[in-house]
């Protein structure tokens, strides 16, 4: 697959403000399903949705536990890597960026 196309489709699963809440809640830890529906305060549907998403693009993995399905980042490095693009999104000036919604917290920081 050629590389630019191979990172569009990356940044398409990355591109929903949804899939990013999921991503810097799950953060370095695994989550059940349960947990990030109280998190994030999202559907359990919605939530069922994106992560089957961000699973089938290899964003996430999985681990069975007894009944329990628990999710985490395949690549923790993702984190940094976001953190680093949020800066660059922040220091746009022509575009209004909503910080409450996706700030760099500081242990993104310590990834760099």
Same mark, same amino acid.
């Given at each position: 697959?050629?590389?630019? *196309?191979? *990172?569009?489709?990356?940044?398409?699963?990355?591109?929903?403000?949804?899939?990013?809440?999921? %991503?810097?809640?799950?953060?370095?830890?695994?989550? &059940?399903?349960?947990?990030?529906? @109280?998190?994030?305060?999202?559907?359990?549907? *919605?939530?069922?949705?994106?992560?089957?998403? *961000?699973?089938?693009?290899?964003?996430?993995?999985?681990?069975?536990?007894?009944?329990? /399905?628990?999710?985490?980042?395949?690549? &923790?490095?993702?984190? &940094?890597?976001?953190?680093?693009?949020? @800066? %660059?999104?922040? &220091?746009?000036? @022509?575009?209004? /960026?909503?910080?409450?919604?996706?700030? /760099?917290?500081?242990?993104?920081?310590?990834?760099?």
């Amino acid at each position: 697959m050629d590389e630019s *196309l191979k *990172l569009q489709m990356f940044f398409q699963t990355l591109g929903d403000a949804n899939r990013l809440k999921i %991503i810097k809640y799950i953060g370095e830890k695994e989550c &059940s399903v349960s947990e990030i529906v @109280e998190s994030t305060r999202m559907s359990q549907p *919605l939530v069922s949705h994106h992560l089957r998403t *961000l699973r089938e693009n290899q964003v996430l993995e999985t681990k069975r536990v007894g009944p329990f /399905v628990y999710y985490k980042l395949k690549d &923790s490095r993702l984190l &940094s890597a976001l953190g680093i693009l949020f @800066e %660059i999104a922040n &220091s746009i000036e @022509e575009k209004e /960026v909503d910080s409450s919604m996706f700030s /760099v917290p500081t242990w993104w920081r310590m990834h760099w």
